[in-house]
């Protein structure tokens, strides 16, 4: 079954302890992101590839970090989560660069920095 | 640099009435409009989407939507609602030269009563 798969689902941390959330595509897409999700904001783009060791900002990208060292995994880390970085995230994937393949997502990953 | 708004951040509708979702972009280049459904606990799914051509656009699960240029909106509508209609639905517009970078609104939650 093609399918982005996210782990955790949940995760609970403290201030300051790294974590990393990975984001797994059986695609063969090219195009990565990873989004965060707040009420009343949508989403919003944290990091974007498009295509293996390459990477670029999106719109949030302060406070995280990611690699792409092959082409069906995106993991994002976090080196020292604050609170403000409590949300909903959300991988997603695409075939091609273009606007016209539909982004396929993963079920997101809760995160809480207490 | 593209935007959308989406009004109304909860809707009501009895089941078996019109739904209808509004969404107002701006773009300053030919945009690209989507919609997507996010059902509790899952990552979003493409509803339908609109590049170029014939301007009513339909989707999955009896949703359409129409491009209006003139009035820089895409609603999104349904003649009769169903339960299972009852999700988070968000407008996305990109750009024809970002590539294939989504901005998203703020999302529309769904409430469906018997």
């Known amino acids: 079954e093609a399918q982005v798969t996210q782990n955790p689902r949940y995760l609970i941390t403290v201030t300051g302890k790294k974590l990393t959330v990975t984001c797994s595509q059986n695609?063969?897409?090219?195009?990565m992101s990873w989004y965060r999700q707040d009420p009343g904001l949508g989403l919003r783009q944290i990091y974007y590839?498009?295509?293996?060791?390459?990477?670029d900002k999106g719109d949030v990208p302060e406070g995280y970090k990611v690699s792409r060292k092959e082409k069906r995994n995106f993991p994002l880390i976090l080196e020292s989560p604050s609170p403000n970085q409590t949300s909903l995230y959300f991988c997603?994937?695409?075939?091609?660069?273009?606007?016209?393949?539909?982004?396929?997502f993963g079920n997101g990953t809760r995160l809480t920095v207490t | 640099a593209q935007s959308v708004t989406q009004l109304g951040s909860h809707v009501s509708v009895s089941e078996g009435a019109l739904v209808l979702l509004r969404c107002n972009y701006s773009?300053?280049?030919?945009?690209?409009l989507f919609w997507y459904v996010q059902y509790p606990n899952q990552g979003l799914q493409l509803l339908l989407k609109?590049?170029?051509?014939?301007?009513l656009v339909k989707g999955i699960n009896g949703f359409e939507a129409e491009f209006k240029k003139s009035e820089t909106s895409f609603h999104l509508t349904k003649p009769s609602a169903h339960m299972s209609d009852a999700a988070e639905y968000f407008c996305?517009?990109?750009?024809?030269?970002?590539?294939?970078?989504?901005?998203f609104g703020a999302g529309t939650q769904v409430v469906v009563t018997p």
């Open positions: 997603a994937s695409r075939q091609g660069y273009s606007y016209n393949s539909p982004l396929h």
């Open positions: 695609m063969n897409h090219e195009y």
């Open positions: 590839s498009m295509n293996v060791e390459v990477t």
């Open positions: 773009s300053s280049v030919p945009p690209y």
């Open positions: 609109y590049t170029t051509g014939a301007t």
């Open positions: 996305a517009v990109s750009e024809s030269d970002s590539w294939g970078k989504l901005q």
